[in-house]
């Protein structure tokens, strides 16, 4: 056999194009290289993105031969990502580095494709309707009809291999890549096509990506090669309502509507009946899904859960149908850093180390109210982000794509760099004096007990005390205090409501609050409205108190790298913590919120109303008086607000200007004190009524 085999270097597309200013393009510089260094390889052909030459193995192996030119490319050019391929005629395919045995894999699944015989997978002429495969060394591609573009195994692989996450994923594909020659070659595709999946993923964690990669690559390794890559069909069923079949409906006619001789893919959300899974209703889908598999791959969905429940579920199907178990764990947030700078390097923007802070502050955020959707909401935030920059870039009349701290100006509400300490801004606070001194008993023990090189006291704290008294401001301050002392690696403040670390299903709340702990660590992990986690019942479907035997767990294990604040009214925090043995042992501190005096409440108006708006003198005596008339009832009644009353009165009576002035076509916001009478007017500031809500004063 001859040792000189053909080998095809090609450089990417967007690479080539963004070295267009270059006096010597890629592919001429390496040229010279191999002229220069490899003169024992004769280039035969030269184009804009490819260079094809002959290489004797003999001399030099195609492996040292990839090595040794990427490494050329590396130091010339220092790219992101891999920007070159190569493809080889008539010898060995090149190892393509994604992992252990993939390339010897790849060589057994071509063998298998090329010896297959009519007899064992009948490999019609290509035609419109079905692709031509074409065989060239480690090459494996597919001309694919209108509308289904090329692909091939390494390229599908590498594709995998770019997913952030998703390890189990990425094994199950290269066990995909070895086992389909025996499939191939044993003509056993029928027992190959019957494996179901169970994707245990989230919202946003590219389930949709995912499910397009696992057709893509059966595809590539030709599983089946009678049939025609499909479509992937996503079907969520409803709820269960009584004895009706109509939930299954819309899964079952997207089974039946897949065409012969094409290959798909349907995905069927089954988190609504992750409990009824033993039901008649749902054997009787199984049984009717069963039947229909025929060029079809089943993946059911459901969200990440324990895996003692992804296996019972697993259990349950496993009766009617052979299943494969493939969980996704939750992005953490090097994973959804990962996501945003490749969003950004898609646009050519890149970020500072400041400005990356700000993410992470911005995501935080994104994560309190409990509704965060992973890769989407990072999406979000980056355009956000580069709208900001570009916006900027338009008043300075600059072109820079290095997006800085300054750039995201009001991106995050939580990030204030008013270039305090933490301990002056908690001494800045109106009537904050008790709790200041506090805050500093706590950091002398903890100092203390450095010094004395004794054991770190547990630092979970108790915040109780009606709404609006600073709870949240002062947890967030907590936390900026302990990283400046070093007690904390992090510092940054995650804030929730008490419900949001309940999971919807069975088995979705201890990795949900688990998830939710590991973000926090090294920070202040802040839960309003604590005492929702416990209803004070034995009732089995409120995962409250699963949540709290979890978060126990977790504010033990890493008790000194993660502070947990638990906030609320007094009397429930007491009944949270008399109904939950061992909680209050774990949280040993104690911070009291006072309801704000009247006075208080004037001077927090009166410091907002400086801060933005010219106004009449006569303004602030109208305010005084109303606020030192407001009824003893209402300023200590457990429903009043507080500092939140302040500032929504605040907001009403700069609204009520903006529209006099927006009336009489002045662009100036001026307060009078009409404005602010008209505001007090309203039925909110009033008598009160019992209404509690928000996370939170800031």
Not at 73 to 96: C, M, R, W
Not at 139 to 147: I, L, R
Not at 525 to 551: K, W
Not at 580 to 600: Q, V
């Amino acid at each position: 056999m001859s040792s000189i085999v053909k080998v095809i270097i090609g450089f990417d597309s967007r690479f080539v194009l963004s070295c267009q200013d270059d006096s010597v393009k890629p592919v001429e510089w390496l040229k010279s290289q191999l002229k220069e260094k490899m003169p024992s390889v004769s280039i035969t052909s030269v184009s804009l993105q490819e260079l094809e030459v002959e290489l004797d193995t003999q001399v030099c192996s195609i492996d040292a031969f990839r090595q040794e030119v990427e490494q050329w490319v590396t130091d010339q050019y220092h790219p992101k990502k891999k920007v070159l391929s190569f493809i080889v005629e008539n010898g060995e395919a090149t190892p393509d580095g994604a992992g252990s045995g993939t390339s010897s894999d790849i060589q057994t699944l071509l063998h298998a494709l090329s010896a297959a015989t009519p007899a064992q997978t009948p490999a019609p002429a290509p035609t419109a309707e079905t692709p031509s495969v074409s065989l060239s060394g480690n090459g494996f591609s597919a001309e694919a009809p209108a509308g289904t573009p090329p692909t091939s195994v390494e390229k599908t692989l590498a594709e995998i291999d770019q997913m952030i996450g998703g390890k189990a994923f990425k094994d199950l594909a290269r066990e995909i890549v070895r086992i389909a020659p025996q499939v191939i070659k044993c003509n056993t595709y029928d027992v190959f096509i019957h494996q179901s999946y169970i994707f245990s993923i989230n919202e946003g964690h590219g389930l949709s990506a995912y499910l397009q990669l696992l057709l893509d690559l059966l595809g590539a390794v030709q599983i089946n090669r009678t049939a025609t890559i499909g479509q992937v069909s996503e079907e969520k069923l409803d709820p269960p309502d009584g004895t009706s079949m109509a939930p299954f409906k819309s899964a079952l006619q997207a089974m039946r509507l897949n065409r012969k001789g094409t290959l798909n893919l349907v995905c069927i959300d089954i988190s609504e009946w992750m409990t009824h899974i033993n039901t008649k209703m749902f054997r009787d889908f199984l049984s009717e899904l069963e039947k229909s598999i025929e060029n079809t791959v089943v993946v059911f969905r459901i969200p990440f859960v324990e895996m003692d429940v992804l296996n019972r579920i697993a259990a349950g199907l496993s009766d009617l149908m052979f299943v494969r178990c493939i969980s996704f764990p939750p992005f953490n947030i090097s994973n959804l850093r990962a996501f945003a700078s490749r969003e950004l390097e898609k646009y050519g923007f890149r970020m500072t180390n400041a400005a990356w802070k700000i993410f992470d502050h911005k995501i935080a955020e994104e994560k309190s109210d409990g509704r965060f959707y992973g890769i989407h909401t990072v999406q979000k935030v980056v355009r956000e982000m580069i709208y900001k920059k570009q916006l900027h870039n338009a008043h300075t009349h600059s072109d820079d794509t290095l997006v800085s701290k300054k750039d995201l100006t009001g991106l995050c509400s939580q990030f204030k760099d008013n270039g305090l300490s933490g301990m002056e801004q908690l001494k800045g606070l109106v009537g904050a004096e008790k709790i200041v001194e506090r805050v500093e008993e706590i950091l002398s023990q903890i100092e203390l007990a450095r010094a004395k090189d004794l054991a770190s006291p547990c630092l979970h704290m108790r915040f109780v005390g009606n709404p609006g008294t600073g709870k949240t401001t002062v947890a967030r301050i907590v936390g900026q205090i302990l990283k400046e002392r070093g007690v904390l690696r992090v510092g940054s403040f995650f804030e929730y409501a008490g419900r949001d670390f309940c999971g919807r299903y069975i088995g979705e709340t201890a990795p949900k609050v688990s998830s939710m702990c590991r973000d926090a660590y090294g920070s202040v992990l802040f839960i309003d409205e604590a005492y929702s986690l416990y209803r004070g019942d034995d009732n089995d479907r409120d995962y409250g108190r699963e949540a709290l035997d979890t978060l126990i767990a977790e504010m033990e294990n890493h008790r000194t790298d993660l502070v947990v604040i638990m906030a609320g009214y007094p009397d429930e925090m007491e009944t949270l913590m008399r109904g939950n043995a061992g909680l209050a042992s774990r949280m040993p501190y104690i911070i009291e919120f006072p309801n704000f005096t009247r006075e208080e409440l004037f001077f927090i108006f009166k410091q907002q109303l400086k801060k933005a708006f010219g106004y009449d003198e006569d303004l602030l005596t109208t305010a005084e008086n109303f606020f030192k008339n407001l009824p003893e009832a209402m300023v200590t009644s457990k429903s009043f607000s507080n500092a939140r009353f302040v500032r929504n009165l605040f907001e009403r009576t700069w609204a009520k200007a903006a529209m006099r002035c927006q009336l009489n076509g002045t662009t100036q916001i001026h307060l009078t004190s009409d404005d602010f009478n008209r505001a007090a007017a309203e039925k909110e500031f009033g008598p009160l009524q019992d209404k509690r809500k928000t996370i939170g004063f800031t």
